[in-house]
């Protein structure tokens, strides 16, 4: 850069810096030259900024003249250099495709296709059991009232079992599902007076801490049947079926008596470890035992709110889960995994 002599006045300054830049700018071929130049004439500490800042040093009847002189030379040098940054981006681009930089011909990246998820490839397994043993599949409705998740099975306001569900509450009336279980109710009432053998899978809500073993959101498949004669005898047959289809025909079934306020009598399904036989494991808790369902004989308070006379219809009911049995499967010992979006786990089920 010029320094300029001091001899020089303001005016005289201004028109030889405005020649001098254009000058420059004519030289500029990259965007690091561009970046420079801009630095020298334009910027916080360019020459034209610094002459700018003077003129309130100048005496009062030169100020207007020089002020008026240099904004002018300001926006003269700023539309030069626009333009002068255009024309450079442009033989950049001409330079990076003569070189091939850009080889517009190129195939673009192939997207590849995208598959279903663990969960999905679960239920699907677990739909296509049940359509064997003639269950159509329903689905009900995550945001539930208090009285289909609670009330009409049997578990009205206060009743002591509503703590076995901690329950993400919308409003006082309304609630997410804690399970699939009121999806029974809306079966009934949509298609009394049938017999009815259809699962409901779905997303469960619960206010819980999440861990490596449980999650607040989780699914479940509803099981029910009503029918005329239906016993408990059919339910442990089909949840027999349906484990050793699921589990490997080798498996054994083991049933425990149990409570839910739905069902009369309840019980639970166990089946012998899949990882140990039944010898007792780390993944068994040294039992020799996995549970796979809550279920039983749908109680006649609820047939009855479904709409079927209890003494006339007797049905069962089971609910399983998604992810559990699907990590028993495929050995994953974290159910964050499930819905941590992390592709390298998700990957893998592909
Ligand atoms: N709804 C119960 C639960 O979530 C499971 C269940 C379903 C039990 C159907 C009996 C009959 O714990």
Redo the contacts with the bound molecule.
Sequence with gaps: MTEYAPRNTPLEQLAQLETEALQALEQVQTPEDLDRWYHTYLGRKGALTAILRSVGSLPPEERPAVGGRANEAKRRLEAAYDARAEAVRQAQLARELEAGAIDVTLPGRPVGPGHLHITTRTLRQIYAIFAEMGFQVYEARDVETDEMNFGLLNMPPHHPARE??DTFWITDEVLLR????PGQIRVMRERYPEPIRVILPGK?YRYEQITARSEHQFF?V?GLAVGRHITMTDLIGTLTAFARRFYGAERRIRIRGSY?P??EP?IEADIDCILCGGKGCRVCKYSGWLEIA???MVHPVVLANGGYDPNEWSGF???LGVERPAMLKYGIDDIRLFYGNDLRFLQQFG
């Design positions: 076995m569900w804690t399970h699939t279980s469960c479940q509803e839910f739905f069902t309840s809550g279920a039983g009911a089971f609910g």
